[in-house]
């Protein structure tokens, strides 16, 4: 079973940055890819970045150019450097774990997420 644990969220002044950091447990097999979502109230889930075990990464339109995915396999972390910030980037961000790899277009990974964390809210004033 992958366990996913995320961290960093909290309060930002727009164009600030943040680092999200997602700590990882359990089975290597499970974590092919693994991809940052996001969530906002009244609003459905969106996928923001993937990355997979190559390394191949995927953003959304929305965050390109302002936010780098990268991992350290040696750590078990993935992480989310969060730069310019905007008000809009307020919400919950979720860490998921898919069992296969590969990447697609529009932050995401190949397939849907077979694991999730808690997640961690960030919210960016204005």
């Known amino acids: 079973q992958v366990q996913l644990v995320e961290s960093g969220g909290g309060p930002v002044q727009a164009g600030g940055s943040l680092r999200l950091s997602c700590a990882a447990s359990?089975?290597?097999?499970?974590?092919?890819?693994m991809g940052w979502f996001r969530q906002s109230p009244g609003k459905e889930r969106e996928a923001v970045a993937a990355i997979d075990k190559d390394g191949s990464t995927s953003y959304a339109e929305s965050i390109k150019g302002r936010f780098t995915v990268s991992q350290d396999n040696a750590k078990n972390t993935l992480y989310l450097q969060m730069n310019s910030l905007k008000p809009e980037d307020t919400a919950m961000y979720y860490c998921a774990a898919m069992l296969f790899a590969g990447v697609r277009t529009g932050g995401q990974c190949a397939t849907s997420p077979d694991y999730w964390g808690q997640g961690t809210q960030v919210t960016v004033s204005s």
């Open positions: 359990g089975p290597r097999w499970g974590r092919n890819c």
